[in-house]
């Protein structure tokens, strides 16, 4: 079953803007990973923030955390058309060593 | 160059015929694991290893095995493939001391059986 659940699942938006991409999960976690996928290719790993944490940045990405509210949000500045994929949100499992992926946010940057 | 290496990267098969997918990475990792990824529902793990003989089963294991003999090396097996294992197939490893974080993933494998 899926733990985190990405929305919107579809975002497009004008080269320059902010895009922002929320993830919902469902149990108690130890952290929280955001990847990235280039039509059907291998995923990319952007960041990762752990459960004591509230926020990190990297590079044009800012993640936030609220583990109260059992949420991530992944902003990406500045946005280019290089940034069109899919993004995906991943939390540990109920075992702490397996894995689960939301359905992943389609991001479309026009130029 | 550091890498995760899957193959084939398409295959087509008949149901019933037995078939493996090969993994294989050269970073020295020692946790690997496994994923299908379908149309709306992101992607499942299917079996993970955290070492050499060590392996468990994912979200979706049934009708697939996985072996760990070598520390480079996780094949994933379809004894007995069916239509609704047509899917896009990800092996990934992670780096000593990150277990299920930060993984490295592989360019994937297009299934489609018959």
């Known amino acids: 079953s899926q733990q985190g659940e990405e929305d919107p699942q579809a975002l497009s938006i004008q080269e320059g803007e902010n895009a922002t991409m929320n993830c919902s999960y469902k149990t108690s976690i130890n952290n929280l990973q955001w990847y990235r996928q280039n039509s059907g290719r291998g995923l990319v790993h952007l960041i990762l923030i752990r459960s004591n944490e509230r926020e990190k940045h990297s590079g044009r990405l800012r993640v936030t955390l609220d583990t109260s509210k059992k949420s991530s949000s992944l902003l990406i500045t500045a946005s280019r058309a290089a940034d069109t994929a899919s993004y995906f949100c991943a939390t540990d499992g109920n075992n702490n060593n397996d894995m689960r992926f939301g359905a992943g946010t389609r991001l479309t940057v026009k130029p | 160059e550091a890498q995760v290496t899957q193959n084939p990267r398409y295959l087509i098969t008949v149901t019933g015929k037995k078939l493996t997918v090969t993994c294989s990475q050269n970073m020295n990792h020692e946790y690997m694991s496994w994923y299908r990824q379908d149309p709306g529902l992101g992607l499942r793990q299917i079996y993970y290893?955290?070492?050499?003989?060590?392996?468990d089963k994912g979200d979706v294991p049934e009708g697939y095995k996985v072996s760990r003999k070598e520390k480079r090396n996780f094949p994933l097996i379809l004894e007995s493939p069916s239509p609704n294992q047509t899917s896009l197939y990800f092996c990934a490893s992670s780096p000593p001391g990150y277990a299920n974080e930060k993984l490295f993933f592989g360019s994937g494998t297009q299934l489609s059986v018959l």
């Open positions: 290893s955290m070492n050499v003989e060590v392996t």
